[in-house]
């Protein structure tokens, strides 16, 4: 079945410590978002890719960064995770405006 | 800025009973209206959408919704759950402002919660 697949679906890191979460997906879609989803609240758009074109949000902090080196593959990179990193992180796709299709996420907690 | 809101936190229904959950929005042009579903620890599941056309759409798993543009509505309706539709529901906006895509604004979430 076509996917959006996210590893690792946990993820310890270290304060400080770089760390780097992957997406990848088999639906051919041009449009590659990351999410950050705290305990209980709404996922909030950090950036996104279409097709090669990075879109960051206004207030996404400069600790992350994100690389999509081809159509299947988008990465999330925190430079410095600190203890308010920690959350759910979801990866989407979507064929231009449509709707999004979502992996189940990477949970990082931060230590 | 384009806003959605659920106003109920959390919603308990008895099953077999009917359910509606509200999404409010606010948005400059004629938005697409999604709902999604959060099982705990997993990603968000597509129930349905709108996009133009017939204002009542159809979704999977029994779901349906009703796009009200005079009432900026996009509510969620079920007419008898299950215990399996405890979950997170979220209502979400497209952010699209001309460009190619934006992402999408979610809702804070409305928990649903099933009795026996």
């Known amino acids: 079945d076509a996917m959006v697949i996210q590893n690792p679906r946990y993820q310890v890191t270290q304060f400080g410590k770089p760390v780097t979460l992957s997406c990848s997906q088999t639906?051919?879609?041009?449009?590659m978002y990351w999410y950050q989803q705290k305990s209980s609240q709404a996922p909030k758009l950090l950036f996104h890719?279409?097709?090669?074109?990075?879109?960051n949000e206004a207030d996404t902090p400069d600790n992350f960064q994100s690389r999509r080196p081809n159509t299947s593959f988008c990465f999330l990179d925190i430079r410095s995770p600190g203890l308010g990193d920690a959350a759910m992180y979801l990866c989407?796709?979507?064929?231009?405006?449509?709707?999004?299709?979502f992996g189940s996420g990477t949970r990082l907690t931060v230590v | 800025a384009q806003s959605v809101t659920q106003p109920d936190i959390h919603i308990t229904v008895s099953e077999g009973a009917s359910l509606e959950l509200r999404c409010n929005y606010s948005y400059g042009a004629t938005p697409y209206l999604f709902w999604y579903v959060q099982s705990p620890g997993q990603g968000l599941q597509l129930l349905l959408k709108y996009f133009s056309g017939d204002t009542l759409v159809q979704g999977i798993k029994g779901f349906e919704a009703e796009f009200k543009r005079s009432q900026s509505s996009f509510n969620l309706r079920k007419p008898s759950v299950h215990w399996s539709d405890a979950a997170e529901y979220f209502c979400a906006v497209d952010l699209y402002s001309g460009g190619g895509a934006d992402g999408l604004t979610f809702g804070k979430g409305t928990h649903l919660i099933i009795q026996p």
């Open positions: 639906l051919n879609h041009n449009v």
């Open positions: 890719y279409y097709d090669k074109d990075f879109n």
């Open positions: 989407a796709t979507s064929r231009d405006r449509g709707e999004h299709t």
